[in-house]
């Protein structure tokens, strides 16, 4: 539409042009006639001429309104373009609250705590099938990261242990793995007890606190945390809740049922526990 519009008025204001281009031409050849012939010529060009004035005042017109149009054009572009960078500013800003939030949490839990040395890693893979509960992490024996060492969350949760490490990665034993084992204890009735994984529970991601008696007062929405004796691991790292108790095959014996505090379905940002002290 722009296109055979712009070409119309300009066919015309190359007609009226013309004509009036031949009137000042006859003009200047009849120069100093007087008389009928000069009046007739000056008569028949004057509609030629105000053809041209309002074809050109009509192309005026259209120049300036294409000229808005392509102004318009050009501030829709920069004004998009600075929204762009507006909104990757702010997903960088959420990011980096992200982040505070998460350090913040990491050093309330530190200063409430035992000490710990820790260092800070990414995940960067997980098992991928449904028999193992395994992720694997950034960070290895450059960084003094060493088979058997916990892992944690931001919030001071245990994720896991260090199973295998390399240079620059580690591969993590998550609390549901079937191979996972710590000693642990209930916070409320202090009852001592086993941590371990199960295959059943690996896909719900929870665990066991197994090795309890019948007498042992452990009750539901009880919290437990690790427990070590000169073990290579710090003892009141937090693992996780009773949701349910079952008795194991035989009735000797019997099994709580946890649900980890951690999330292990979205770990991102995890620290590893290289170094710990304990008062004795």
């Known amino acids: 539409m722009k296109q055979p519009f712009r070409h119309k008025w300009i066919v015309i204001a190359a007609a009226a042009l013309s004509l009036s281009l031949l009137a000042a031409a006859l003009a200047l050849v009849l120069k100093g006639t007087a008389g009928p012939p000069r009046s007739l010529l000056e008569t028949a060009s004057r509609p030629f001429l105000r053809l041209f004035s309002a074809a050109s005042e009509q192309i005026r017109q259209v120049s300036d309104y294409f000229q808005g149009i392509d102004r318009l054009r050009e501030e829709n572009a920069a004004l998009r373009q ?23 949490s990491l050093l309330d839990f530190t200063a409430a705590s035992q000490d710990l040395t820790l260092e800070p890693a990414w995940v960067i893979a997980r098992s991928p099938d449904n028999w193992q509960g395994t992720v694997t992490i950034d960070k290895g024996t450059n960084q003094g990261v060493q088979a058997g060492q916990c892992v944690i969350d931001a919030g001071g949760a245990l994720v896991g242990r260090v199973k295998e490490t390399g240079g620059s990665w580690a591969a993590v034993t998550l609390l549901c793995d079937g191979s996972f084992q710590m000693a642990g204890m209930a916070t409320t009735s202090g009852v001592l007890g086993s941590l371990e994984g199960d295959l059943s529970l690996l896909p719900q991601g929870k665990l066991k606190l197994t ?46 049922i946890l649900t980890p505090a951690a999330d292990l379905d979205n770990l991102g940002q995890v620290f590893v526990v290289t170094a710990f002290w304990e008062d004795q």
């Open 82 to 104: 600075e929204l762009e960078e507006r909104e990757k500013e702010a997903q960088a800003g959420l990011l980096a609250a992200a982040e505070n939030q998460r350090l913040r």
């Open 211 to 256: 090795c309890l008696t019948k007498e042992d007062p452990v009750r539901a929405g009880e919290g437990v945390v690790t427990f070590a004796a000169q073990e290579s691991y710090p003892s009141g790292l937090v693992v996780g809740r009773v949701t349910a108790l079952e008795e194991d095959p035989g009735g000797l014996t019997r099994s709580a």
